[in-house]
């Protein structure tokens, strides 16, 4: 896989696979507090499929409110580390004047009517009272129509430091225009800590829909003059309702004060998402008057068990003064989560912006085409057909497709070394196996992806015994060298019984580099010495069955081509077990040309090496910047025709050839849609509604083809 599909461990999908953390936001990004699954069935199932799950979690520990605001005109609040319940920080109050100033917590995007919760918290006083403090959990409620009540969900009272626990249940009725939960103290000029607050739904009473929160989705147009939810995601921002500027109606949300890129709006959309299913996403996005023109991208933050993940869903789109940018993708919901929140940012700067017209829409779900001929039965007898699959594609309509059309998968990123072990000796083995029992079940070979590579990998592989990044010394190289011979011994141990084919090492060409040798810190610190330890290794640990690939981006370019040749003939000399090449494949509509991509691969079998097509989509656009709303048919048709052209090519080097596989299941689930910029792209056989396209059609019955139109 290319290097710009890197992650350590940014998750992204627009569908499916990964971008840096750099373009999601993730390095240095306060988490969010925690927000409880809860599944997409409809709203009115809601309360009975989150009984005792958790809608909130706040512990302060990444140095922010988490959302929470000072109540009172001079009350302040900050994330501090003099005192903590759990962890290292809580949140403390001070400047208060009345007994309500405190902290305070907009629950209103949280919570809904005819639902029982239970809201807990751990409360500490600055300093011993002269008389006991009565301490509570409040709840100010504003119905929609009426005026301000306010609730006690628990109390206690105290006169010590120690930590006290607060308590209770709360649930409202009918429409709330405000709901808000603070902190208040019976002793108005006394600071309390604050720590460990959380809200769990434990009814099962139904819920009944918003109106303007479908059950399928959510529909933001911010026409009641108020922020619909939309909340500071670092709590330094400013976000609000602004009738100054509006794509439609009277209101847009503006953000301003943003102190870094990835500050900006953000919304809970937990529970609206269920694992698996895929959402159309849509807004549009203004930069306020003044500010220079910038680049907007619509990401998200899953949250699960204390750690979070960044997402690109839209990735980079311009925007300026001048008019409304639409950025619109799909998302699927692919790994387990606590919390799920939406949030708009830049990819640099502090913009200011407005956003209007936001919706998530619920697409229905998939179904495959059950009556048309099996793709990996067409190439019966030359090569195995595979494709690039998450764990999450091993369930439902997605399983089903791979289990028509595919003899052969690979895990997207769930094999990749971050994946596996994102810190030295902690492995985490669930979705690479449910990858492996899904494949040992329908009778499906696997290729393993991958076992060294310069992105995907935990940072901590690189540190010295200091913990300092690695520089070139003899005891680096060592320590460097014994890590990945742990790292491949390990993994080969667990899956050599079910794996035979291997993508050892993984892009270590630079065609820029005098000698061709890609400068990662492997090169840097051990220099070519880790690609023949690698494939030494992985031979005795994974056996002698099994066949070792070296895989790489762009070998039909003639230059590369050449410095890897070079590169595997002489390993080969050395003895190295190299046993084949991977070919990415990335290729596009208008090249390279299919006779480079042969000749590359008649090159290789000169060695006598197997040779596979690892990562084959073909992008439809010719350069970087093109973007279409809707993709035109002839497009569609030239793709197929060339898609029928490569396979005519494949067939005819079917000796040298062992497996060709797609990098993806559908147009939904492809990396294309984020790169280089965020647009519509179609590289793969089938649609977004898992449909045969015209370059499934192109390799099974060429007739169902429709001819080009003239001129195109």
């Known amino acids: 896989m290319r290097s710009y599909r890197s992650t350590t461990f940014c998750v992204m999908l627009t569908g499916a696979l990964l971008l840096p953390v750099g373009l999601c936001?993730?390095?240095?990004?306060?988490?969010?507090?925690?927000?409880?699954?809860?599944?997409?069935?409809?709203?009115?199932?809601?309360?009975?499929?989150?009984?005792?799950?958790?809608?909130?979690?706040?512990?302060?520990?990444?140095?922010?409110?988490?959302?929470?605001?000072?109540?009172?005109?001079?009350?302040?609040?900050?994330?501090?580390?003099?005192?903590a319940y759990g962890g290292t920080h809580s949140l403390k109050t001070t400047s208060r004047t009345a007994n309500w100033n405190g902290a305070e917590l907009d629950v209103k995007p949280l919570l809904q009517p005819d639902v029982e919760y239970e809201i807990s918290g751990y409360v500490k006083l600055d300093g011993k009272a002269a008389v006991p403090s009565v301490i509570k959990l409040t709840m100010e409620q504003q119905a929609t129509g009426g005026s301000a009540e306010w609730k006690t969900v628990a109390q206690t009272e105290t006169a010590d430091t120690a930590w006290v626990k607060l308590q209770g249940r709360y649930k409202f009725t009918g429409k709330m225009d405000a709901l808000k939960l603070y902190i208040e103290n019976s002793n108005p000029a006394q600071a309390y800590y604050v720590d460990e607050?959380?809200?769990?739904?434990?009814?099962?009473?139904?819920?009944?829909?918003?109106?303007?929160?479908?059950?399928?989705?959510?529909?933001?147009?911010?026409?009641?003059?108020?922020?619909?939810?939309?909340?500071?995601?670092?709590?330094?921002?400013?976000?609000?309702?602004?009738?100054a500027d509006a794509r439609t109606g009277s209101y847009s949300l503006l953000t301003t004060g943003r102190q870094q890129a990835y500050a900006g709006p953000k919304l809970d959309v937990t529970a609206k998402l269920k694992k698996g299913s895929q959402y159309t996403v849509s807004t549009w996005v203004k930069l306020a008057p003044g500010e220079q023109p910038a680049k907007v991208r619509l990401s998200v933050q899953r949250d699960y068990q204390g750690k979070s993940a960044y997402e690109t869903v839209i990735g980079d789109t311009a925007i300026t003064t001048g008019g409304w940018a639409h950025l619109s993708g799909t998302y699927?919901?692919?790994?387990?989560?606590?919390?799920?929140?939406?949030?708009?940012?830049?990819?640099?700067?502090?913009?200011?912006?407005?956003?209007?017209?936001?919706?998530?829409?619920?697409?229905?779900?998939?179904?495959?085409?059950k009556d048309i001929p099996s793709l990996h039965g067409i190439y019966q007898g030359q090569f195995s057909i595979g494709t690039a699959i998450m764990a999450f594609q091993t369930e439902g309509a997605y399983g089903e497709l791979v289990q028509k059309h595919f003899n052969s998968i690979v895990a997207g990123n769930e094999m990749k070394p971050a994946s596996l072990q994102p810190s030295e000796g902690q492995?985490?083995?669930?979705?690479?196996?449910?990858?492996?029992?899904?494949?040992?079940?329908?009778?499906?070979?696997?290729?393993?992806?991958?076992?060294?590579?310069?992105?995907?990998?935990?940072d901590w592989m690189f540190k010295d015994k200091n913990g300092q990044t690695m520089t070139p010394t003899a005891e680096n190289k060592k320590l460097l060298l014994d890590r990945l011979e742990t790292h491949i011994r390990t993994v080969a141990a667990r899956y050599k019984n079910d794996i035979t084919d291997w993508d050892v090492v993984n892009e270590v060409i630079d065609p820029d580099q005098?000698?061709?040798?890609?400068?990662?810190?492997?090169?840097?610190?051990?220099?070519?010495?880790?690609?023949?330890?690698?494939?030494?290794?992985?031979r005795?640990?994974?056996?002698?069955?099994?066949?070792?690939?070296?895989?790489?981006?762009?070998?039909?370019?003639?230059?590369?081509?050449?410095?890897?040749?070079?590169?595997v003939r002489d390993l080969l000399a050395k003895g190295v077990p190299i046993d084949g090449v991977g070919h990415q494949s990335h290729i596009r509509l208008e090249f390279p040309a299919i006779s480079q991509i042969e000749q590359s691969i008649e090159k290789f079998a000169s060695l006598g090496l197997d040779n596979q097509i690892t990562e084959l989509d073909m992008g439809l656009y010719s350069n970087d910047t093109d973007r279409y709303e809707t993709i035109p048919e002839s497009m569609l048709i030239r793709q197929a025709q060339r898609y029928r052209a490569l396979f005519d090519m494949f067939s005819r080097q079917q000796?040298?050839?062992?497996?060709?596989t797609i990098w993806g299941t559908d147009d939904g689930n492809t990396w294309l849609s984020n790169f280089p910029i965020a647009r519509l792209d179609k590289p793969l056989l089938f649609d977004e509604r898992l449909k045969a396209k015209y370059a499934y059609w192109a390799l099974v019955d060429p007739s169902k083809v429709p001819s080009l139109p003239a001129g195109k």
């Open 25 to 83: 936001g993730g390095a240095g990004v306060k988490a969010a507090p925690s927000v409880g699954h809860s599944p997409l069935v409809s709203e009115t199932m809601l309360a009975t499929a989150g009984v005792n799950k958790t809608i909130g979690t706040y512990g302060f520990e990444q140095g922010n409110s988490e959302g929470w605001k000072p109540r009172g005109a001079n009350t302040q609040i900050a994330s501090v580390s003099e005192a």
């Open 514 to 538: 005098p000698d061709g040798m890609r400068r990662s810190m492997w090169y840097q610190i051990t220099g070519k010495d880790y690609i023949e330890k690698a494939f030494r290794v992985a």
């Open 197 to 243: 607050v959380k809200i769990r739904q434990v009814s099962e009473t139904p819920v009944t829909p918003s109106p303007t929160q479908p059950t399928d989705g959510i529909v933001s147009g911010f026409e009641e003059g108020t922020a619909q939810g939309w909340v500071s995601r670092l709590g330094s921002e400013k976000v609000r309702a602004s009738n």
């Open 427 to 458: 492995f985490n083995w669930e979705e690479a196996d449910k990858i492996v029992q899904f494949a040992k079940q329908h009778g499906l070979a696997i290729r393993f992806h991958t076992l060294v590579w310069h992105n995907q990998t935990g």
């Open 332 to 369: 699927t919901l692919a790994h387990d989560a606590d919390a799920v929140s939406m949030y708009l940012e830049t990819a640099a700067g502090t913009s200011s912006f407005y956003m209007d017209d936001f919706e998530l829409s619920l697409v229905p779900p998939l179904a495959i085409e």
């Open 655 to 660: 000796e040298h050839i062992s497996n060709v």
């Open 540 to 567: 005795e640990a994974a056996g002698p069955n099994a066949r070792l690939f070296i895989n790489d981006y762009n070998t039909d370019e003639p230059k590369k081509r050449d410095f890897l040749y070079n590169l």
